[in-house]
Each structure stands twice: as C-alpha cells, then as structure tokens.
C-alpha cells in the first residue's frame, strides 16, 4: 500500500468549480491557491480547474479582451501569473490542469497547462475545436500527448473538444488513463455535457474529470455539474449548477484495465473502415457561424 493507504493504482482528484472574475487575473490566482489547498489538505494529487480560469471566460466582441491578458507559458519571458501557478503547484505538491489564454509570438490558444509538483516546466494541451466566435480570438491547437502521473498518465481537453469522439479517441491511444476536461459550458448544454462526459469516459475505458465553471458566460449562464467518472461512465461525484466546491474522488486504474480486457474496444476496432473520418468536409472551422 502507498501512503494514506491506498493501493498503487489509486489516487485522489479534484476538480474545482468556482465563478471567475471576468478579466481579473489577480483576483482568479486567490481564489485558484484557495482552492487547490484545499484540494491538497483533503488529500488530492491531481486538481483539474476550468477553462480560462485565470482570466475568466466571455462571448461575443468583449473577448477579444482575452488576447490582451494571454501569457506565454513555456518560452523565455514566461508571464508572470504562470510562474506563480507553478510555484503554487510544486508547493502544494500536486498536478495542476488550469485553463487559460496562451500566447506564443503573436498567436493566442485557449489552453490547459498542466503544472507539476516537481516544479519543472508546464505542459501545455491546446484547444482544438473552436466554438463559434472563438476562431476570431484563438489560434486551433494541436492535441497533445499523454503525460505521466502520480499514477498511470494524465492529458487533458477543452471544452468543445469534450463533444468530438475522435478528441478522447486519440489521447486514449495515446496511453492516456485520465482525461481531465477544462470547460466554460454554458446553456443551453447541460444535457450534452452530461451525456459525453459519461460516453467519452465508458467508450474509452478511461476515468475522465470535467471542470466547469459557475456564474454569466456572456449573453448564457454556465450549466455548472463538474464531474468525476470511472470507466464505466460511473459518476463517482457531480457538482451542482451554481455552487463553488471542491469535489474529490478516488482513481482506481485498476478499473481501466478491467474495463478494456470486458469490452475489447481498441482491439476490435476496424481502422481501415474509417476513412471517412480523415476526409475533407465542405465544412470547416472558418465557415461556422
């Protein structure tokens, strides 16, 4: 047994749900140390924040804002909140996914960083699939790979990628057990959010764990419900709509391999046939409305 008694394949996650402070970086980093210490006193070693939670998330013309407050994260001249994020991860000991704007020369993405308790240099995953007005603010990302954990490995998504089959698809080829998704998910789609956090976890025979946010997202309300699932699409804890809290829960990787040898999805998957699924479509990102 590992310390705090549990097995080699067991850990505890978080995930955080709080309302943002729109534009206010300074206010955001308080309430994010808040919330990871407490995350960490309560035994977690890996805590999963929502997306743009540094600067707070919006729609419509006021997000171009976001390109304003965007930091670099990885190259010289790192910003200035991103070192404090990772001063606070290594401090507490933990794994930090926390969701942000990223710049790198002159392009911004809407990004996860993941930081590490080691203090070394963050990981950043990318957000993919732009939804709607996005495209006018973020630059599309490239999915990222699987890093490792305090067990198993760990990646993370964003948002709309969370509704792509082929998003999860990949990071779970790619070896990843935990999925972590950061997300600003408004109405009107709690139903969405509740059916794929669910499918993408059973369909994948992985744990995945969905941040969201409470409070205004533009125009919309966030639909809160942050969630924690196992393998087999278990909900192990779900947050309500507006309350902040920290929910915890117990990974068990051991799960994800019993999982996959019940339902043998990879090995019977059929690559060949799918070639649909790589073909150009009339539509692309450009021409959503």
């Keep these: 047994m590992s310390a705090g008694g549990l097995g080699e394949e067991r850990y505890v996650l978080a995930v955080c749900q709080f309302e943002p402070a729109l534009f206010d970086k300074r206010t955001n980093l308080g309430r994010i140390a808040d919330f990871a210490g407490f995350a960490a006193r309560d035994g977690a070693k890996v805590v999963v924040f929502p997306e743009c939670c540094l600067t707070g998330y919006t729609t419509g013309p006021e997000q171009s804002r976001l390109k304003d407050l965007a930091e670099p994260i ?5 910003g200035e909140s991103v070192r404090a994020l990772r001063a606070l991860a290594e401090s507490l000991s933990v794994y930090m996914f926390c969701g942000m ?20 240099s963050p990981r950043v995953f990318r ?8 495209a006018n603010v973020f630059q599309v ?14 990646a993370a ?28 998910n408004m109405e009107p789609w709690a139903e969405h959010q509740d059916v794929y956090v669910r499918a993408r976890a059973m369909e994948n025979n992985v744990h995945l764990a969905l941040a969201n946010c409470t409070g205004p997202i533009g125009n919309s309300r966030s639909v809160g419900a942050s969630t924690i699932v196992d393998p087999y699409g278990h909900v192990l804890t ?52």
């Design 101 to 120: 704007p990223e710049l790198v020369s002159d392009a911004v993405y809407n990004s996860c960083v993941l930081f590490f308790p080691t203090g070394a």
């Design 127 to 134: 957000k993919v699939h732009m939804w709607r007005a996005e």
């Design 141 to 154: 990302g490239a999915l990222g790979s699987p890093e490792r954990g305090p067990r198993g490995t760990i």
């Design 74 to 78: 990885t190259a010289a001249g790192t």
């Design 157 to 184: 998504m964003i948002c709309y990628d969370l509704e792509f089959p082929e998003a999860a698809r990949s990071l779970a080829l790619l070896g990843a057990d935990v999925i972590a998704v950061s997300t600003a």
């Design 238 to 289: 779900r947050a309500s709509t507006d309350e902040e809290v920290v929910l915890l829960a117990e990974i068990d990787l051991g799960k994800n391999r019993v999982a996959r040898s019940e339902t043998q999805y990879r090995e019977r998957r059929c690559p060949s046939l799918y070639e649909t699924l790589v073909e150009e479509t009339p539509m692309t990102a450009t021409s959503l409305p």
